[in-house]
């Protein structure tokens, strides 16, 4: 008995204490929430100098990279800083043998030679605003959620369209706190963005997938690109009469370097997290769609990797894929991990149980609050397995660059018209060229022999695509053999038979396509995908969205001196922490910063991700690092913070208590991969590459000292 008040008490107040370094804030809240907090801890600056509206302020520097990461202006000229690897994939499209700028590094020393990248852009925030009172308007606590989600729709429609002025200016409104708040975004997208400068991958990418998501690190991972617009700086397609746009606001970079404990805040645009996930949420994904996911990938990399090791063609045209599994393969193992030493289910269930005495000792607390957890432990059960079937379905064969590339013709049945069709066709030859560039035969049926192996013996009979019944019926159970006939069959699978059917393409053409084994294969697997699976799984989610947003108002009257921060939702947030070493297992000590010796030390021209260029040896030897040394003559590369962050942060902007550049965020330690779920201030440290060592590569190692001139630099 005594016990059981004991993990009570101390469980209040560990959850009621505002646990230092968690959090990903809204920059909109800071004065309400935040900013003393901060200040506090050493920030110099005021919430106007972060955010702002009626001055140009540290938002007005920091963009969306891409679809997936941050990037932050450098230069009054429209640089922009990112990692290699939110880069990476343009690189990889600007390389071939002749320019393996993967290996070889790019770097523009004019205007001219800088690469235009088709389809890549950066956003700027422009303005935000609570807007809930708005979006819930004319609701009430008996809708049902379908009727609940009509009006929230018809509102934010509504909404969107007061906004939107007809401008270049995009308008998005998100949930936040499982939908109890909503914020709006008004979005400026600039569509002429080239690419500047990368290391060679031997730096921006030193220690590969090895060292991915691991400390101590010795990863350059950055890219240098430029924002262009038009005459009047506003966004514009490309052309080649663009001129560099002129930020509101650059960043200004500071040589100061770092010491353990001074404080720093990343500003950027996590993902998602999921923080306030019930106990059998974290099961499903500890015990159910973590191991799956991880084995799937694992066949995936092991046979890419076959093949890239024993061609360089291969491994140029797979390096970008094979990157992209690579990554949340590893993450998931270290989650995994870092949850079970966490004790992660324990915590979450020690706190339902104390929300529920809780709900129980009131009587209205009871009715709006008592079943709550009961009916979460229902609706899981349910759902975990459909979520399993479409990780499968997503994973191994809808991930599949074949599948993928035969959903292109998912619109080709529509033509009537042959002059239309043929107008389309070019597009058509557009994708398949850079398809087939990144594309070799051998590996991909590999790859999908495997898939199709672990699908078929992993995954009901009713979610089975038509197309595998051929499998037994015609092939007596040989995989190999129906693989081998359907590669055969399909015009889609070499780019010689691709080319001989769009030649002249005509009406005949779309029936081809039609009857292509893998044009009936996607179709097939988007019907199983929709009808079978997301029919049901939207549902079940929609309910647990319910259940969420009550939860956590509970747990907010609940725990009423902690603050909450919302679940990361890719908008713009700003994280702060301190510069932290940390012990990753008992009797182990990290420290918190690497050094180029460290680099010298993995030095091993056997291993590609280990290979360190001769220049960078040459300046190791003679030290020249110029300006750029720390107060003992060593050249820093990394450092660890507590910043809470996610993917998504890739690119973020580190800054220090003046608000100046000291890095750029671009990973998290395996220890603390968990922190997408649960936080822990001992465990989890943000990587940052500390500035110095980008400029120090800019200019002694690629010597673009014409990009060192842009910048604004703070002795
Ligand atoms: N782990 C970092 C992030 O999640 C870096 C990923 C770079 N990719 C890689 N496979 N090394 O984005
Ligand atoms: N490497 C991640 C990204 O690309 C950052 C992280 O997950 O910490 O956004």
């Known amino acids: 008995m005594k016990i059981k008040i004991f993990t009570i008490v101390s469980l209040l107040i560990i959850n009621s204490a505002v646990r230092a370094d968690e959090g990903m804030w809204i920059p909109l809240l800071l004065k309400k929430y935040t900013i003393e907090d901060m200040q506090k801890k050493g920030f110099k600056l005021t919430a106007e100098d972060i955010y702002s509206v009626n001055q140009a302020c540290l938002k007005d520097a920091i963009v969306i990279f891409g679809r997936g990461c941050t990037g932050e202006l450098i230069s009054d000229q429209g640089l922009i800083l990112t990692n290699h690897h939110c880069g990476y994939g343009r690189i990889q499209a600007h390389s071939s043998l002749e320019h393996d700028y993967l290996t070889d590094g790019f770097w523009a020393m004019s205007r001219d030679e800088e690469l235009a990248n088709p389809g890549l852009s950066v956003t700027f925030l422009v303005r935000m605003e609570d807007v809930t009172k708005d979006v819930l308007d004319g609701i009430t606590e008996k809708d049902d959620e379908a009727v609940r989600e009509r009006k929230i729709g018809e509102n934010i429609t509504k ?129 159910d769609s973590n191991p799956h996911k991880i084995n799937i990938r694992a066949k995936l990399l092991e046979i890419m990797k076959t093949d890239m090791d024993a061609s360089d063609k291969v491994r140029i045209q797979y390096s970008s894929k094979y990157a992209g599994i690579a990554n949340y393969w590893k993450k998931w193992i270290g989650e995994n991990k870092g949850l079970k030493k966490l004790n992660a289910i324990r915590k979450k269930e020690q706190l339902e149980m104390e929300f529920q005495k809780w709900a129980e000792a009131d009587r209205k607390r009871n009715e709006k609050y008592g079943r709550l957890l009961t009916d979460f432990g229902k609706i899981y059960k349910e759902l975990t397995p459909y979520s399993l079937t479409l990780d499968y379905l997503s994973e191994a064969l809808l991930s599949l660059d074949m599948v993928r590339f035969a959903g292109n013709f998912r619109e080709i049945e529509s033509f009537t018209d042959k002059e239309a069709f043929i107008k389309q066709s070019e597009q058509y030859k557009a994708q398949a060229a850079g398809f087939f560039k990144d594309f070799n035969t051998p590996t991909c049926k590999k790859l999908f022999t495997s898939m199709v192996r672990i699908y078929r013996d992993s995954v009901d009979a009713e979610f089975q695509p038509g197309l595998f019944s051929q499998i037994d019926a015609k092939f007596k159970g040989n995989i190999d053999a129906f693989v081998s006939d359907i590669f055969e069959k399909s015009n889609l699978t070499t780019e010689e038979k691709f080319n001989m059917l769009f030649e002249k393409p005509s009406l005949k053409t779309i029936s081809v396509i039609k009857n292509d084994p893998f044009y009936i294969l996607y179709n097939d697997l988007v019907s199983i995908y929709r009808n079978k ?183």
């Not at 909503?182 to 600039?190: A, D, N």
């Not at 606001?249 to 370097?257: E, Q, T, V, W």
């Not at 201030?681 to 673009?704: E, S």
């Open 159 to 287: 909404i969107q369209n007061e906004n939107s002025d007809g401008s270049n200016y995009r308008v998005s409104i998100k949930p936040f706190y499982y939908g109890n708040e909503y914020y709006m975004f008004i979005y400026e997208e600039y569509r002429d963005v080239r690419l500047v400068g990368a290391p060679p991958s031997s730096i921006g990418k030193f220690g590969g997938d090895t060292d991915n998501w691991m400390w101590p690190r010795h990863t350059g991972d950055f890219s240098i690109f430029r924002i262009y617009a038009n005459k009047e700086n506003k966004p514009a397609d490309y052309s080649k009469d663009n001129v560099p746009y002129k930020p509101k606001k650059h960043l200004s970079i500071s040589m100061k370097g770092i010491n353990k404990g001074d404080f720093t805040m990343v500003f950027g645009y996590p993902g998602s997290t999921e923080q306030y996930l019930t106990s059998h949420g974290v099961k499903m994904i500890m015990d």
């Open 533 to 715: 699976l997301m029919l049901k799984i939207d549902m079940l989610n929609s309910r647990l969205d319910k259940l969420y947003r009550l939860y956590v108002t509970g747990l907010k009257e609940m725990q009423t001196e902690k603050i909450f921060y919302p679940d990361a939702n890719f908008t713009m947030r700003i994280a702060y922490g301190k510069v932290d070493d940390y012990f990753p297992t008992d009797g182990v000590f990290y420290e918190h910063f690497t050094t180029l010796e460290g680099i010298m030390e993995k030095d091993n021209p056997l291993i590609y991700d280990y290979d360190v260029p001769d220049k960078l040896r040459e300046l190791y030897k003679s030290k020249d690092y110029g300006r750029y040394a720390d107060k003992e003559g060593k050249m820093r590369v990394c450092f660890t913070a507590s910043n809470h962050t996610t993917g998504g942060n890739s690119g973020s902007p580190v800054l220090n208590a003046n608000g100046e550049l000291i890095g750029v965020n671009f990973d998290r330690n395996w220890e603390g991969t968990m922190s997408d779920i649960m936080y822990n201030p001992d465990q989890c440290r943000n990587i940052t590459l500390d500035i110095r060592y980008v400029l120090f590569i800019v200019d002694k190692f690629a010597g673009a000292t014409h990009l060192i001139n842009e910048m604004t630099i703070i002795e």
